[in-house]
């Protein structure tokens, strides 16, 4: 089947599609990513900010799943640190038969065991040497369930442990051992894993400063580094996630993440004991392929695109065209005047909407990794959508490549996605047709140059590095006019104080700090205690 018929097809299903799109409202939406649509700021436990989707390389014949939550966790953000949602729904969610509907589902839900009541605001009275030790006085443990091709949802694991936030070494001197202690093995030979990880995205996020400032000379900070997210990693056989079980007739499967939560959410004591699988839900984070909706859909459909499921893309024609005439091109031609290909763009359809095969007639001659590639697959079902494919039957290349596919390395992004694939150099060179000519664009091959994560990730399940435990702002400050410590002034910037380099920390945050200088702190602090007295003196209560 043509690309061109697929597509007529997937939209012909839906011939109300602007009106639909256009009843979905924020109310009912929040978003997916690194803080890239409009409400997440407001809904962080349930951002969903990446999804990877490999082939095992220490383990033949399982697909592991690893997908974080909770962007720009700063290691010293307590004393509540970063939990899981209790009155939210974390899925990944697997199509095998390109219908763009989910023939797998896999459910985490969690709970809180909170012991401080009114004793004390620490996460940890004492040092902490077990997931179970009575000093961790706040931990979370969940329930892992799933369901295939639409049947009820069985229980896998219940009371499952999470690995917490990482306080510091000296509440948790050993947390390499309460990681391994939360990675648990379940009955058919699964792996599970929940807990704080460091975030393995690497990337210069400048890029929204009018691509790096105008200047790609001013490349090179990874904005990432340091922070940590909240990671959910699953390692399970081949045949249970590909079509009819048969890895070797049908190996590409489409993999993307949801957060849903109650439609009416209620706060306060009382309320947490809610059982949010039988609540009426709404899908509020959606997330497949990196960067679509950061970079490819504009932003009054970004809440929007989060709140519906794959089998809606082909029929909103709003979200086909951002894909068939990209916006970052004609930027990237406007900037750095590097020409932007032709539209109609037909190889980004098959990396983003349909998968790479030749059955599509497109630019890239592979039967790589869409599901009309599966032998038992009905092309007439085949629907054009926004997922994560993967290839389960791509060996595991022993050298990888960080730019993927784009580098000769077929089980990189986009097949799939690994945790070292450099996906913001890949998509840039994709979106300037690289992988039509199958050459690299000169002028941009140094990307943002951050070509690797900071910190090393491990060879076994869940392969992340462990959360980071330093501080990610280093202080100083960089804004003019910063007060000096100890002197209560506020001298005139110097040069180098006018021309510094910001932080990570305040390239990720959009904030600049200021040192407070000791007489300030001490005048506030003053003055908040008499204050506190005084109502206190003046209380009927007292």
Do not use: C
């Not at 012909?12 to 924020?26: I, K």
């Not at 009905?378 to 960080?402: I, K």
């Amino acid at each position: 089947m043509r690309l061109a018929t697929v597509l007529r097809a997937g939209a012909a299903t839906v011939v109300a599609a602007g009106v639909a799109l256009a009843g979905l409202g924020p109310v009912t939406s929040a978003a997916s990513s690194h803080r890239e649509a409009p409400l997440i700021a407001a809904d962080p436990a349930a951002d969903n900010t990446d999804l990877y989707a490999f082939v095992s390389p220490e383990r033949p014949g399982y697909v592991t799943f690893i997908a974080n939550w909770q962007p720009f966790e700063e290691p010293h953000g307590g004393p509540n640190f970063y939990p899981f949602a209790t009155d939210a729904v974390y899925n990944i969610n697997v199509d095998s038969d390109g219908d763009a509907k989910p023939d797998a589902v896999f459910r985490w839900t969690f709970q809180n065991v909170d012991k401080r009541g009114g004793k004390t605001f620490l996460y940890a009275n004492g040092p902490v040497t077990s997931l179970d030790d009575e000093n961790l006085l706040f931990r979370q443990t969940y329930t892992l369930e799933s369901s295939f091709h639409g049947e009820p949802f069985k229980t896998r694991i219940s009371g499952a442990p999470v690995a917490p936030s990482r306080v510091g070494p000296a509440t948790m001197p050993d947390y390499a051992k309460l990681r391994a202690d939360a990675n648990k093995r379940l009955p058919g030979s699964w792996n599970v894993f929940a807990g704080q990880a460091d975030d393995p995205f690497f990337l210069d996020l400048r890029v929204f400063d009018l691509l790096y400032g105008g200047d790609l000379s001013e490349v090179g900070q990874d904005t990432l580094a340091g922070f940590n997210v909240n990671t959910i990693g699953l390692q399970v056989p081949f045949s249970d996630v590909a079509l009819k079980g048969d890895a070797k007739r049908n190996p590409v499967i489409g993999v993307w993440t949801t957060t849903e939560r109650a439609k009416t959410r209620l706060s306060g004591p009382g309320n947490a004991s809610t059982d949010i699988r039988n609540a009426d839900r709404v899908q509020v984070s959606r997330l497949g392929n990196p960067l679509v909706n950061e970079v490819v859909v504009p932003a009054e459909l970004k809440d929007a695109f989060n709140s519906i499921g794959p089998d809606k893309d082909a029929g909103i024609p709003a979200v086909v065209q951002r894909v068939t005439d990209p916006e970052l091109p004609k930027l990237i031609e406007g900037i750095y005047k590097v020409p932007a290909p032709p539209s109609p763009r037909n190889d980004l359809v098959e990396i983003f909407l349909t998968g790479i095969t030749t059955k599509a007639n497109g630019p890239i001659k592979a039967d790589l990794n869409s599901q009309l590639n599966n032998a038992d697959v009905t092309p007439a079902n085949f629907r054009p959508s926004e997922m994560l494919r993967l290839n389960l039957s791509v060996p595991v290349t022993a050298q990888p490549n960080r730019l993927g596919v784009l580098g000769g390395d077929l089980q990189g992004f986009p097949n799939g996605r690994r945790l070292t694939d450099d996906v913001v150099d890949i998509s840039v060179q994709a979106v300037e047709g690289a992988a039509q000519t199958g050459k690299i664009v000169d002028a941009l091959a140094a990307g943002d140059k951050v070509d690797a994560n900071d910190n090393t990730f491990s060879g076994e399940f869940p392969y992340l590095a462990l959360p980071n435990a330093q501080s990610v702002n280093k202080g100083g400050g960089t804004g003019a006019g910063a007060v000096v410590p100890g002197s209560g002034s506020s001298p005139s910037a110097s040069p180098d104080t006018l021309n510094a380099k910001p932080s990570a920390f305040e390239s990720g945050m959009g904030m600049t700090a200021v040192t407070v200088g000791t007489s300030a702190l001490a005048a506030g602090l003053g003055a908040t205690l008499f204050l506190g007295w005084w109502r206190r003196r003046r209380s009927p209560l007292s």
